[in-house]
T-cell receptor, first 112, second 113 residues
Framework: QKEVEQNSGPLSVPEGAIASLNCTYS??????FFWYRQYSGKSPELIMS??SNGDKEDGRFTAQLNKASQYVSLLIRDSQPSDSATYLC???WGTGRRALTFGSGTRLQVQP | KAGVTQTPRYLIKTRGQQVTLSCSPI?????VSWYQQTPGQGLQFLFE???????NKGNFPGRFSGRQFSNSRSEMNVSTLELGDSALYLC????????????FGPGTRLTVT
């Protein structure tokens, strides 16, 4: 059973639209959550972190966390072709399980 | 501030050889984690070092090892290379152990033939 699950996509959205990326995780005691963006052939780049329930906004990005339902999502407003990449969700399980666990990623394609 | 650096960027080895990869964290960061990324398995955690001590280890065979130096630089070693070890090896640094935000280096692309 995968601990962090993401739809592999591709998720295709038109330029200017809102892209919604979702991630579910298996352990209720998870403490911190991250979204990374990875362009083809490049390393992951941290774009958002979220630690408590609710929304966190940073520019065109909004991370949403719902611990009761065990999901975290990333919204990208006014999507641009340059947003086309794979988005990785990562979960830190907290004390005793320090390592980040990554989902397999969702490939986003923004059509001009 | 300079980011995480990894050397070498590309490496070609043959089966049975060993390899050492190097990682220099962001200045002031004391924790270094290593990951293996393959198309089939995604990003998998190898180990984490903080203050020259391994703090956590993933589910990889003993052929994979690492260490951290007093200046926080880290190396990982893979002995007796197998074809399946071909992957992108990523190093990530964070401020401290249990500091959650990790920043990745560019990676080392290892090809085993």
């Amino acid at each position: 059973q995968k601990e962090v699950e993401q739809n592999s996509g591709p998720l295709s959205v038109p330029e200017g639209a809102i892209a919604s990326l979702n991630c579910t995780y298996s352990d209720r005691v998870s403490q911190s959550f991250f979204w990374y963006r990875q362009y083809s052939g490049k390393s992951p780049e941290l774009i958002m972190s979220i630690y408590s329930n609710g929304d966190k906004e940073d520019g065109r990005f909004t991370a949403q966390l719902n611990k009761a339902s065990q999901y975290v999502s990333l919204l990208i407003r006014d999507s641009q072709p340059s947003d086309s990449a794979t988005y990785l969700c990562a979960v830190n399980w907290g004390t005793g399980r320090r390592a980040l666990t990554f989902g397999s990623g969702t490939r986003l394609q923004v059509q001009p | 501030k300079a980011g995480v650096t990894q050397t070498p960027r590309y490496l070609i080895k043959t089966r049975g050889q060993q390899v050492t990869l190097s990682c220099s964290p962001i200045s002031g960061h004391r924790s270094v984690s290593w990951y293996q990324q393959t198309p089939g398995q995604g990003l998998q955690f190898l180990f984490e070092y903080f203050s020259e001590t391994q703090r956590n280890k993933g589910n990889f065979p003993g052929r994979f090892s690492g260490r951290q130096f007093s200046n926080s630089r880290s190396e990982m070693n893979v002995s007796t290379l197998e074809l399946g070890d071909s992957a992108l090896y990523l190093c990530a640094s964070s401020l401290a152990f249990a500091a959650y935000e990790q920043y990745f280096g560019p990676g080392t692309r290892l090809t085993v033939t």
